[in-house]
C-alpha cells in the first residue's frame, strides 16, 4: 500500500461498471460528510480501479478535481469474483482497464489490509 495520493479523476480506469442508484447513495454520504473518507483503491503502473468505482463515478459526477487514491502493487492484492461464473485473471482486469471494456459491476473481488481511517475535506479536491 502506497501513501494517499491525490489524483484527477479522469486519470482512473474503471474496471467495473456501476449502479446508478448506488452512486447517488454514495454522493449524499460525501456531501453529507463534507470529506472523503474511503479512497479509492488503483493498480500502481496502470491506474486501474481495484476498489471504489462507485466513489469513482461520485468524484466525477461531482466535478472534483482530485480524490484520494491508494495505489497497490496488484501481485499482492488477492482477487477472487463476486460472481460463480467469471473467474477473471489479473492479466485480464488490467487489459479491460485499458481497452475500456468493463466487466458487469460487482465482478471482481479485490481484498486489502486494513489501511489508517482517512479524512479528507471536500474543499480540498474541488478546484483547479
Do not use: N
Not at 469513482?56 to 501481485?75: F, H, K, S, W
Not at 482477487?79 to 473467474?87: F, G, I, N, Q, T
Amino acid at each position: 500500500m502506497s501513501p494517499l495520493s491525490l489524483l484527477p479523476p479522469l486519470a482512473l480506469r474503471p474496471t467495473e461498471e456501476t449502479d446508478p442508484g448506488r452512486i447517488g447513495e454514495v454522493i449524499a454520504l460525501i456531501l453529507d460528510a463534507q470529506a472523503w473518507t474511503q479512497p479509492i483503491c488503483v493498480e500502481r503502473d496502470t491506474l486501474a480501479v481495484l476498489d471504489g468505482h462507485h466513489r469513482l463515478a461520485a468524484a466525477i459526477q461531482l466535478g472534483l478535481a482530485r480524490v484520494p487514491v491508494r495505489t497497490y502493487d496488484y501481485a499482492a492484492v488477492p482477487l477472487a469474483s463476486w460472481r460463480p461464473e467469471v473467474a477473471p485473471t489479473r492479466d485480464e482486469v488490467l487489459r479491460r482497464a485499458l481497452a475500456g471494456r468493463l466487466y458487469p459491476p460487482k465482478t471482481t473481488r479485490h481484498t486489502f489490509a486494513p489501511a489508517p481511517e482517512t479524512a479528507v475535506g471536500l474543499a480540498q479536491l474541488v478546484g483547479p
